[in-house]
């Protein structure tokens, strides 16, 4: 039986996908039998007219996967909002147990499974009655979870992290992304630390440039060690 790890973010757009892309890419670097997983993607994007997901997409080339998208995610909506509305918009009717057995399958195939939300740890995936809280909990894993150095981040990461511990899920620490070397984003980082008594897993430069070659770079940066200590 595999191992997993869930990665959450404090918004949406924060970088999850390019985190989850990291670890993925450094584990499979290293020898490592390792997949992602994205459950529901809502903003899919159509490829040979199937559509796919696209952060999905993103991971399986720049960590050079054979598998295909479908294996690496279970529900891939159209329309780009909350998956429980843009599963109400397409009648999909998203089962949790499609999911979790998906999950099940990855892990009886690989080491390592990398399991990536949508958007952050409240969002609901069915209407009224299932969230990724839900889903965490389900799957029991641990999260990791992805913030930005930002002004408006210690209290976004905070109250993130006050929350997974009111529904007992345990954070491993946080990754921070796009950090700039602005003096406030520094401090932010400290305090949400000293707050949170989390580790700080990984300290992401912002890329303004994403070719191939500057991705991989920031990537084999990531302390292996590390990464293999937080899977559940």
Do not use: W
């Amino acid at each position: 039986m595999g191992k997993g790890i869930f990665i959450i973010g404090t918004n949406t757009g924060i970088g999850k996908t390019f985190i989850t892309g990291g670890i993925v890419y450094k584990l499979k670097k290293e020898g490592y039998s390792v997949i992602p997983y994205k459950p529901i993607q809502s903003g899919g994007i159509k490829s040979e007219d199937l559509l796919i997901s696209q952060d999905i997409k993103y991971i399986k080339e720049i960590c050079d996967l054979d598998e295909n998208c479908e294996k690496m995610n279970t529900y891939c909506l159209y329309n780009e909002v909350s998956p429980h509305l843009a599963d109400k918009i397409e009648n999909i009717n998203i089962l949790k147990e499609n999911i979790i057995n998906h999950y099940k399958k990855l892990t009886n195939e690989y080491d390592y499974v990398v399991v990536e939300g949508a958007g952050g740890v409240v969002v609901p995936l069915i209407d009224n009655d299932y969230y990724i809280y839900d889903l965490i909990k389900d799957l029991d894993l641990d999260v990791v979870m992805l913030s930005s150095p930002y002004i408006g981040t210690i209290n976004h990461t905070v109250l993130a992290y006050e929350f997974l511990k009111n529904k007992d899920i345990n954070c491993k620490g946080i990754f921070i992304n796009r950090y700039t070397g602005n003096f406030y984003e520094d401090d932010n980082i400290s305090v949400i630390k000293n707050i949170t008594k989390l580790d700080i897993l990984g300290v992401i430069h912002k890329l303004d440039d994403f070719k191939n070659k500057n991705i991989k770079k920031e990537y084999d940066n990531f302390d292996t060690s590390n990464l293999m200590s937080l899977f559940k």
